[in-house]
């Protein structure tokens, strides 16, 4: 064992004694930096041992004394450091390492220490510039050590301009004082600033060798590594940091992101984004878009994915989609300099996207629009020539040549070098005068007016041009061929030139020439739709027809515009009629015929092939064709009624009513008089044109000289003035049922109500004519029929009501009375409402706390005194409401008050109806009363505080949809929002959606079997539920969901209809936590008589409840005669947040008698407090 130590101990010196140097300069430097060193590390044994051995070898050398001063001082060793500082001035006096010893010990007395703390304060607050200067004071910008070396540089390194000279100094001190770990953190810092990453990477890695610096390390490569896009690189630089730093913090966190990103190399998404901007790098943007879109699916929040996008999609030309994309890069964007990139391209494509919309608009001849899009784009970048530009076309279109050329000059001030500046001054001045464009031409700098020499060529051919047309004008052919001449050599590919160019010539007299400038430019260009139609109409012009549409011919049929359509059909015209009164000529009838119609097919035809075309274009609903037609007919048989009448209708279906009835006062047209069709359609005119009665005598008069029972004439009669005279149509009605065999001739003439009625009861065999007949009658006679109706309606609740408050029960008369009125029908109705919400209970000592208004108030009154206590006793009220309404086939209104209450309120409601394709439509508008409650529908006064509150209304409009084609299937949805207002009530907003599905199981006459599907889901703003001054009393969860299926099953026979319908459902409803007391205005006043300590800003609960409901209705109606019905029936519901249920009994009375249907389903009235 003693051999084994003795041969290390050899090694080691042996090693030793081979680093040593061997010569004394050589010995001097190696000890030197053994000092420098020792200074870096703070070691400061290596500079004592350094040094001892320096002073030995040479005692006089400036850097060994300064390096002694140095650690003098550092041992707080001042006398030593006075000697050396003497020693050294008197030694190598005005040297570096003379005025550095001086400054080292200037910075020991404590003025110069206190400035010397200043500047590094200085510094530490950001405040660079001042900290230099003070710097600069204490020793003119040679620092005397390393410590202070490192603070100088630094403060200079965060100056504008200033770190790379820094980070040269940091990298020669490193050199000088090598392992200093504050040093190289700084310049590691640096180096990554100046995107020198390699540099710092090899710095850290050196730090990575030093235990004290190791950490520090390891945290700035793991913060640029974190800052890296993931890729292959990226990848394999993480895994050399976990090998880097096997002990560091950040092992565990470096070996997720790593294989986080190992994770994302081998994801085809994010495998498509990476494809995605390296496309968009290439400029293949398309490609680029769909691998993005790809990307953007599985990693939605990645903003430089979004950001690709929008580069994708800008150097597509979709600026909206553009910005959509920056937008929401810069969103999700954390890095701050990428949220100011994308926050530039954010702007900048919205700019582009505003000249997009402009120059669309400009394109669409919207020029308030494009103006508007212009100025946007002006006033968000007012240095870029671009909307100055636009503004200037816009000018240009609205005829403003000063204004379109001010601001085409003040681009030109701007961007000298724009083209489309210069092309639109040039459209401005050649408007004016050619001479003028041509002066401005000459104006420009010579390098642009060869730029521009297009323009001038454009000048000179526009030059030529005007002069050729100013000759053919008078008929100067030769001069005119000779300057169309030059402007075709200037312009070879112009055809309309060359078209110009051959007719001059063909007047003089020389055709072959004509011909030969028109078989160069088709040489040319033989597919050019523009040349070879000006190639025909030259041949055509001079009786070559056949040759014309061999010249047609040569341009495929789909290149063809309207006017080589309109020329070919011209041509074929005459060779067809010519071919076609050969054949008659000649005897072959068929062969002509065929010919003919082949010709209609193009186009061509008579007066009754015409006509027969314009029925088609009629049956089409293209008014304007078969009105074309019609007057071409006329204009060969003026005196053609049927055409006429064609005319007529075709201004009818375009709205043109003021047209219709001109020409109806000029001549109405004379139809035969069997002619039953054309008789109809002239009475569908006059009911357009609102003259019923006219309609209504020509149909019975065309019924009357019919020889045969016509009951569809005669239905179409009774429609024309059911609206005007309802007893004239019920008479029709019965004649026409009566000519269908569904009533006896003796119940028609004259009319019997009863029988009238009982026919119109529906039955299964009906065909589509008699269930049309039976369906008008029924809703004609019961429109006109006044009833009145009067009605007990009792309410209560299933819920789990509490006594005073929510445990309602109402009691519910009304008279209502419906009778028709104009082309609806009127209603009046008077109701008497009785509420009990029973009495409050006690507590456990006797008092009423309940919540209701200020029972449960906390506290003392402003005076000191006890706050009231709260008495017992009932809650209820009683008191009517009055309403008035009117309901037609697209409009119902209605108007009404409630009297009586605590809190009386108007109410009413508008809506409107209509038909969208096959979706039918419904819009409310409505102040409806929220009836959960006596405290919502009439209010209560407070006892203690004397505040009146409650009498809540919803007020806003409500749309419903609904699809339903009469098939097994159909849909509704309503859509509403409401602004729910009471006094001294907390406002509320309520939005609802309700959508549902319906399947008929059984549909005939009397039987009816449903099932279907509901989905409810409401929004309040506040749930106001409780009954606490400023709550509302009233349900309103602040959200509702609701599923449900119900069915129903409704029957009837002559005197009985019943319906029983039931359904189960699933809600869940969620509140959260508010407030006691919400309406803070009320609560000021509270305030104004309580002392500060109440309970005012008191919080409830949050709630969350879900279950299952249940409904149950049964109703019936039993005809007890002719005229009176008796009716009744219950609603149960349960469920255990609300369930109102109902029961109710009516009877009502017919003026008139009615035996035909009774309603399936049962539909009672409902009270005016349920109205929605």
């Not at 508008?910 to 409505?926: P, R």
Request: hydrophobic share 40%; net charge neutral; aromatic share 8%.
């Amino acid at each position: 064992m003693q051999r084994v130590i003795g041969v290390l101990m050899l090694a080691a010196i042996s090693c030793q004694a081979l680093g040593q140097p061997k010569d004394a300069s050589e010995q001097r430097q190696w000890l030197l930096e053994q000092v420098r060193r020792g200074e870096a590390l703070h070691r400061d044994d290596l500079v004592r041992d350094a040094l001892g051995r320096l002073q030995l070898l040479e005692p006089r050398n400036p850097d060994v004394l300064l390096a002694a001063l140095g650690l003098a001082l550092r041992e707080k060793n001042s006398a030593q450091a006075e000697q050396l500082q003497a020693r050294l001035s008197a030694l190598a006096p005005g040297s570096l390492q003379a005025r550095q010893a001086t400054r080292l010990l200037q910075l020991q007395q404590p003025e110069a220490a206190r400035r010397l703390q200043q500047a590094r304060l200085l510094a530490v607050t950001g405040r660079n510039a001042e900290a230099l200067a003070a710097y600069e004071q204490l020793f003119a910008g040679e620092p005397p050590s390393l410590e202070l070396a490192l603070d100088y540089w630094r403060v200079r390194g965060n100056l504008p301009g200033q770190r790379p000279a820094a980070i040269r100094q940091l990298q020669q001190l490193d050199r000088q004082y090598p392992g200093n770990a504050g040093l190289r953190q700084t310049l590691a810092g640096w180096l990554f600033a100046e995107k020198r990453d390699r540099e710092a990477l090899a710095l850290l890695d050196e730090l990575a060798r030093d235990p004290n610096a190791r950490d520090a390390a390891a945290q700035r490569e793991f913060d640029y590594l974190a800052g890296q896009s993931v890729s292959t690189a990226s990848a394999a630089a993480w895994q050399a940091f976990l090998q880097r730093y096997p002990a560091s913090p950040l092992l565990a966190q470096a070996g997720q992101t790593l294989q986080q990103q190992r994770t994302l190399l081998a994801d085809p998404a994010w495998q498509a984004g990476q494809r995605g901007k390296a496309l968009v790098d290439k400029g293949r943007n398309a490609e680029a878009e769909a691998q993005l879109r790809r990307a953007l699916r599985q990693y939605p929040d990645d903003a430089s994915l979004h950001g690709a996008l929008g580069y994708a999609l800008m150097r597509q030309g979709r600026y909206e989609d553009a910005h959509a994309a920056f937008r929401a890069a810069s969103a999700k964007e954390q890095d701050t300099y990428s949220i100011s990139q994308w926050k530039d391209l954010e702007s900048s494509s919205q700019y582009w996207a505003l000249l997009n919309k402009g120059e669309r608009a400009l394109q669409a001849q919207d020029l308030p629009g494009a103006r508007a899009f212009y100025l946007q784009a002006r006033q968000q970048r007012p240095k870029d020539e671009y909307a100055f530009l636009g503004l200037a076309d816009v000018a240009l279109a609205e005829g403003n040549a000063a204004a379109a050329e001010r601001q085409f000059l003040q681009v030109r001030r701007m961007a000298p070098d724009n083209e489309s500046a210069v092309r639109g001054l040039m459209r401005v001045y050649q408007a004016q005068s050619p001479d003028k464009a041509q002066a401005y031409l000459d104006s420009l700098p010579p390098r642009q007016q060869v730029q521009f020499a297009s323009l001038r060529r454009n000048l000179q051919l526009a030059r030529l041009r005007q002069q050729g047309e100013a000759a053919l004008q008078r008929e100067d052919w030769a001069t005119a061929s000779q300057a169309l001449a030059q402007a075709a050599s200037l312009a070879p590919d112009e055809p309309w030139l060359v078209y110009q160019l051959a007719n001059s010539l063909r007047q003089q007299g020389r055709s072959a020439e004509a011909d030969a400038a028109f078989a160069r430019l088709v040489r040319q260009q033989p597919g050019d739709p523009a040349t070879r139609y000006a190639h025909g109409l030259f041949l055509e012009s001079s009786d070559r027809d056949a040759l014309a549409l061999d010249s047609l011919a040569a341009v495929p049929p789909a290149a063809w515009n309207a006017d080589m359509h309109a020329l070919q059909q011209r041509i074929q015209r005459r060779l067809t009629l010519a071919s076609a009164q050969q054949l008659q000529a000649q005897g072959r009838g068929a062969e002509a015929t065929t010919l003919l119609e082949a010709g209609l097919a193009r186009g061509e035809g008579g007066p009754d092939d015409l006509m027969l075309l314009a029925d088609w274009a009629a049956a089409r609903g293209e008014p304007g064709k078969a009105r074309d037609y019609y007057w071409r007919v006329l204009a060969v048989q003026p005196g053609r009624p049927e055409a006429r009448l064609g005319v007529i209708e075709s201004a009818v279906a375009e709205g043109n009513l003021a047209q219709a009835r001109h020409m109806l006062g000029v001549q109405v047209p004379r139809l035969a008089a069997d002619d039953n069709n054309g008789q109809r359609r002239l009475a569908a005119v006059w009911v357009a044109l609102g003259e019923h009665d006219q309609a209504a005598r020509q149909l019975d008069q065309l019924a009357a000289q019919s020889p045969r029972p016509d009951p569809l004439l005669r239905r179409d009669a009774a429609r024309l003035v059911a609206q005007t005279d309802p007893q004239r149509a019920l008479d029709l009605y019965a004649a026409a049922m009566a000519d269908a065999q569904l009533l006896d001739r003796a119940g028609a003439a004259p009319r019997d109500d009863q029988a009238l009625t009982l026919a119109s009861r529906e039955q299964a065999s009906d065909d589509w004519l008699a269930r049309s007949l039976r369906s008008d009658v029924d809703a004609l006679y019961r429109q006109r029929n006044t009833h009145v109706t009067l009605m007990h309606d009792y309410g209560w609740r299933e819920d789990d009501g509490t006594p005073g408050t929510s445990q309602l029960s109402t009691h519910s008369t009304l008279l209502h009375v419906d009778t028709p009125w104009q082309d609806g029908t009127a209603f009046a109705r008077v109701e008497r409402i009785g509420m009990d919400a029973g009495a409050f209970e006690q507590n456990a000592q006797g008092r009423y706390t309940p919540d209701f208004g200020s029972c449960q108030f906390v506290g003392s009154s402003a005076d000191g005194k006890a706050l009231p206590a709260c008495e017992g006793g009932s809650q209820s009220a009683d008191g009517s409401v009055l309403a008035l309404g009117w309901q037609g086939s697209r409009w119902a209104l209605d108007l009404g008050t409630t009297q009586g209450y605590a809190i009386n309120n108007w109410l009413g409601g508008a809506t409107l109806n209509g038909d969208l394709g096959q979706v039918g439509w419904s819009l409310t508008a409505s102040r409806r009363p929220m009836s959960n409650s006596l405290l919502s529908f009439a209010g209560a006064r407070d006892r203690p505080t004397g505040v009146r509150w409650g009498g809540v209304t919803a007020n806003g409009a409500t749309l419903g949809l609904s699809w339903d084609q009469g098939g097994d299937n159909g849909v509704w949805a309503s859509l509403g929002h409401h602004w729910l207002y009471g006094q001294n009530v907390a406002d509320n907003q309520r939005t609802r959606a309700m959508a549902g599905y319906y399947h008929r199981v059984v549909e005939k006459a009397d039987e009816r079997v449903r099932v279907g599907l509901t989905l409810m889901h409401w929004r309040h703003d506040k749930d106001l539920g409780g009954y606490s001054l400023g709550q509302g009393g009233y349900y309103s969860p602040q959200r509702y969901t609701s599923v449900g299926v119900p069915v129903s099953y409704a029957w009837r026979n002559y005197d009985w209809s019943l319906l029983l319908e039931g359904s189960v459902s699933w809600s869940q409803a969620h509140s959260a936590s508010s407030r006691l007391y919400p309406d803070v205005h009320l609560n000021r006043k509270v305030l104004a008589q309580y002392a500060v300590d109440s309970n005012l800003d008191a919080m409830t609960e949050a709630s969350d409840s879900s279950g299952l409901g249940y409904r149950l209705r049964g109703l019936f109606e039993r005809r007890l005669s002719d005229h009176w019905v008796l009716g009744g029936g219950f609603d149960w519901q349960h469920s255990d947040d609300y369930a109102p249920s109902h029961g109710m009994l009516y009877l009502r009375y017919l003026f008139e008698p009615w035996r035909g249907n009774l309603a399936l389903p049962v539909t009672p009235l409902e009270p005016y407090s349920e109205w929605r």
